[in-house]
């Protein structure tokens, strides 16, 4: 059974190089621990939900390197005197990394009721108009030594 492709679109000429790494890292993240989700909330705003149940505030980071968001989650071992006779609640130590594309800035990361939040938003950048002169010139004699000007002008529409 073929897949459908995002990047099927004759208008993402040479992002097939983005699907692949997609797909090595969906691959390559079979440790399931812990289980978050990713959903969109807003127009341009996602947030991730990561299960951290057991961890406080203090046993968790957050951090952005480069265009990775490292998510780390280190428990002190309290369990000196406990016995078990079932331990189903995990509490080892994690690390959670997701690649972030060019323009999603992090806005805020709370944990509530056992769930960390972070909540991020994409930037849209504003459209530019560029405005390009052409000046006359005999470029289609080949002529080498006559200069051609073009300028170029970034003219913002309101």
Do not use: C, W
């Amino acid at each position: 059974m073929s897949r459908l492709s995002t990047f099927n679109s004759p208008f993402l000429l040479g992002f097939d190089h983005f699907e692949q790494i997609l797909d090595r890292v969906s691959k390559s993240s079979a440790e399931g621990y812990p289980p978050y989700n990713i959903e969109q909330i807003g127009e341009n705003g996602l947030r991730i939900t990561l299960a951290v149940a057991g961890f406080s505030m203090d046993d968790l980071s957050v951090n952005l390197e480069d265009n990775q968001l490292v998510i780390r989650g280190h428990s002190d071992d309290n369990d000196q005197g406990r016995l078990y006779l079932h331990r189903g609640i995990a509490s080892r130590q994690f690390q959670r990394a997701f690649v972030l594309a060019e323009g999603i800035e992090i806005t805020n990361a709370h944990l509530d009721n056992g769930l960390l939040h972070i909540n991020l938003e994409r930037l849209v950048p504003e459209p530019q108009v560029r405005n390009i002169k052409i000046e006359a010139g005999s470029s289609a004699s080949g002529d080498a030594n006559s200069p051609q000007t073009i300028d170029v002008k970034a003219e913002k529409n309101s």
